[in-house]
């Protein structure tokens, strides 16, 4: 079974640009996170989908925001980009049916914001 | 939540040894732990997990403890050798798709 897949693995944008990123999920999952992970800050949870319904969100500005299509795959979007933005952006699927349970990550796209 | 600094806390161990690392979690309500392993340069990848209504759980060469009285969380890895080298998060399940994780401890695997 192909496992999380993002795209793209790596990204340089520039100071209020907008950036989107996609992650497609296990086969059969339907639940979809994201976390932004920097060196400062760990690995913090931005927010989840479920059957194209977020579900759950994190404490981040409204600068980010996401998605999910009917096949379960998402993206997330950051507009106006920081240099503060700077990070590995994950995705982590899993079935969705109970909690937060068993999420599987992808590779990560590394955002640079110059 | 629990921020991470710039320096993650660093386990060395001898390869062949056993490996004890251990995580404090914040939420006494959390029903859900896990733990992770990232490499570098990739994402998180799962190694155990443990629901509240065990104390002890074991997988492959590891072996997850969890004390609730404290909070506290231990992943014990067997015979720690090179490909172990890596840094490990502890999570904590608090809500629909959302993982807490823990700041992460840099095992260093020597010879």
């Known amino acids: 079974k192909a496992g999380v897949t993002q795209t793209p693995r790596y990204l340089i944008k520039t100071r209020g640009q907008q950036v989107t990123l996609s992650c497609s999920p296990i086969?059969?999952?339907?639940?979809v996170s994201w976390y932004q992970q920097t060196p400062g800050q760990g690995l913090q949870f931005l927010f989840e989908y479920f059957s194209e319904t977020q579900r759950n969100k994190g404490n981040f500005p409204g600068r980010f925001s996401g998605r999910q299509f009917s096949n379960s795959r998402s993206e997330m979007n950051v507009s106006t980009l920081e240099l503060g933005d700077s990070a590995l952006y994950l995705c982590?699927?899993?079935?969705?049916?109970?909690?937060?349970?068993?999420?599987?990550f992808g590779p990560g796209t590394r955002l640079t914001v110059t | 939540g629990e921020s991470v600094g710039l320096h993650l806390p660093t386990l060395s161990v001898q390869e062949g040894d056993n490996s004890i690392i251990n995580c404090a979690y914040s939420n006494s309500a959390s029903d859900y732990f896990i733990w992770y392993k990232q490499e570098s340069g990739k994402g998180p990848q799962f190694i155990i997990d443990i629901r509240s209504n065990m104390d002890k759980r074991q997988g492959q060469r590891v072996t997850v403890l969890l004390n609730k009285t404290v909070k506290h969380l231990s992943l014990q890895i067997a015979a720690t050798q090179p490909g172990d080298s890596a840094v490990y998060f502890c999570a904590e399940g608090q809500s629909w798709g959302k993982l807490q994780f823990g700041a992460g401890t840099q095992v260093v695997v020597t010879p």
């Open positions: 086969s059969g999952h339907r639940s």
């Open positions: 982590a699927s899993s079935s969705g049916l109970a909690g937060p349970y068993e999420q599987y």
